[in-house]
Nanobody
Framework: QLQLVEAGGGVVQPGGSLRLSCAAS????????IGWFRQAPGKEREGVSC????????YYAGSVKGRFTISSDNAKNTVYLQMNSLKPEDTAVYYC????????????????????????WGQGTQVTVSS
């Protein structure tokens, strides 16, 4: 059974850092695009960052570029999102999601980094940035 489990959320002051992790089971990361998405109250779910080790490609939304770093550890079947210089507007529930590369012809992850295209989702972890 394919499963994604997020961890690492919490409360942090503006300018602080958090590292989220997404542990995958039931499938191998190498053949999937793994993404981080977030949803704030009253807002639509938005793509934050995606990664594919097979494509050698990463994508960041403009709002987090330069502050967030996505990485994957295939040996641990885990994807991480290092979040630095956090802002109050980063407050949201963060979800990990996955979609198989099978049948996909994209050379980069960016066109695949959309919530509607993801097949599997974790339960989410709350990130709150507040003083």
């Amino acid at each position: 059974q394919l499963q994604l489990v997020e961890a690492g959320g919490g409360v942090v002051q503006p300018g602080g850092s958090l590292r989220l992790s997404c542990a995958a089971s039931g499938f191998t990361l190498e053949y999937y695009v793994i993404g981080w998405f977030r949803q704030a109250p009253g807002k639509e779910r938005e793509g934050v960052s995606c990664i594919s080790s097979s494509l050698g490609s990463v994508y960041y939304a403009g709002s987090v570029k330069g502050r967030f770093t996505i990485s994957s550890d295939n040996a641990k079947n885990t994807v991480y999102l290092q979040m630095n210089s956090l802002k109050p507007e980063d407050t949201a529930v963060y979800y990990c999601a996955a979609v198989s590369l099978l049948g996909k012809s994209s050379a980069t992850v960016q066109p695949l980094c959309v919530a509607d295209g993801m097949d599997y989702w974790g339960q989410g972890t709350q990130v709150t940035v507040s003083s």
